[in-house]
């Protein structure tokens, strides 16, 4: 069964750091780009980062500098380091490909409050 799986989410305080996983099971990772997206209530799912087979990376301009994506394509895992989080960051994360698959993960809530 074609799965996608985020994990890592939580509350932090303004400035501190989470790291995202997305585990994909039964979907072929390698040779494709892997992107993460957020979404929050009312708006649209935005584009956060992307990464190419190649390690070509892509950043929304209101994560760089703050965020690193990187995937391991031995054990089908992307992930997204976050750090100098800020209130604006609060949404559910989310991973797929690009261009984006048939369906979606539960994804996992990141708060940033103080």
């Known amino acids: 069964q074609e799965r996608l799986v985020e994990s890592g989410g939580g509350i932090v305080q303004p400035g501190g750091s989470l790291r995202l996983s997305c585990l994909v099971s039964s979907v072929r990772f390698d040779g494709y780009t892997w992107a993460w997206y957020r979404q929050t209530p009312g708006k649209q799912r935005e584009l956060v980062a992307a990464?190419?087979?190649?390690?070509?990376?892509n950043y929304a301009d209101s994560v760089k500098g703050r965020f690193t994506i990187a995937r391991d394509d031995a054990q089908n895992t992307l992930y997204l380091q976050m750090s100098s989080l800020k209130p604006d960051d609060t949404a559910v994360y989310f991973c797929n490909r690009r261009p984006i698959m048939g369906f979606w993960g539960r994804g996992t809530q990141v708060t940033v409050s103080s």
């Open positions: 990464i190419q087979p190649s390690g070509n990376i």
